[in-house]
């Protein structure tokens, strides 16, 4: 059974720092994978999704990778500010199996002015 | 273009009530998945539908039921309600019955069961 795991839970940084979220999962074989956020009492807003014949994907100050043989993906966030601020979840969906998306229980980050 | 919707955004019911959420999915998009999100198990997949049939099913109990209507909108139901049950309940549509495609999330419905 696939399993998602992000390290740390909680991340604090000050204001203009790079930072790397970490996602891990058990199992190699997935199509994609797929970083969201989540603000407080929110739905969540995709920020990027990676192919698994993709290496990674960037979208302005987001870079995420992706290496499927190590069961490993991490979020790079440059230059960060407060309005980053929110939870951060991957999510996979396995191949196999009947669930639709497997999710990590994300990475809590506050940005510090 | 219009997002995800959901309704009701807050709900409070007692416990052995029942409920009904609603989703309407992005226009033009078919599958409409369903999840629940709370503080201890975070989010989990309940059930997914696809032109009006139910296509995969996580594990809940048969108290969690859905059905998708012909203009691809979806309700969950959820019977006889538990202390437990309180979560934010999610919703998620995407074009096809792919597993290649984004998911796109509506804002949710925050159920309080007392």
């Known amino acids: 059974k696939q399993e998602v795991t992000q390290i740390p839970a909680a991340l604090s940084v000050p204001e203009g720092e790079n930072l790397v979220l970490n996602c891990s999962f058990t199992d190699s074989a997935i199509y994609n994978l797929q970083w969201f956020r989540q603000d407080p009492g929110k739905g969540l807003t995709s920020l990027l999704l990676i192919q698994s014949s993709q290496r990674e994907q960037t979208s302005g100050r987001l870079n995420a990778s992706l290496d499927k043989s190590s069961g490993r993906s991490t979020l790079y966030i440059a230059a960060s500010q407060p309005g980053d601020s929110a939870t951060y979840l991957c999510?996979?969906?396995?191949?196999?199996?009947?669930?639709?998306?497997?999710f990590g229980k994300g990475t809590k980050l506050t940005v510090n002015p | 273009k219009a997002g995800v919707t959901q309704t009701p955004r807050y709900l409070i019911k007692t416990r052995g009530q029942q409920v009904t959420l609603s989703c309407s999915p992005i226009s033009g998009h078919r599958s409409v998945s369903w999840y629940q999100q709370t503080p201890g198990q975070g989010l989990q997949f309940l059930f997914e539908?696809?032109?009006?049939?139910?296509?995969n099913k996580g594990n809940f109990p048969g108290r969690f039921s859905g059905r998708q209507f012909s203009n691809s909108r979806s309700e969950m139901n959820v019977s006889t309600l538990e202390l437990g049950d309180s979560a934010l309940y999610l919703c998620a549509s995407t074009r096809w019955l792919t597993s290649t495609d984004t998911q796109y999330f509506g804002p949710g419905t925050r159920l309080t069961v007392l």
């Open positions: 999510a996979v969906p396995p191949q196999g199996g009947s669930e639709k998306l497997v």
């Open positions: 539908y696809f032109s009006e049939t139910q296509r």
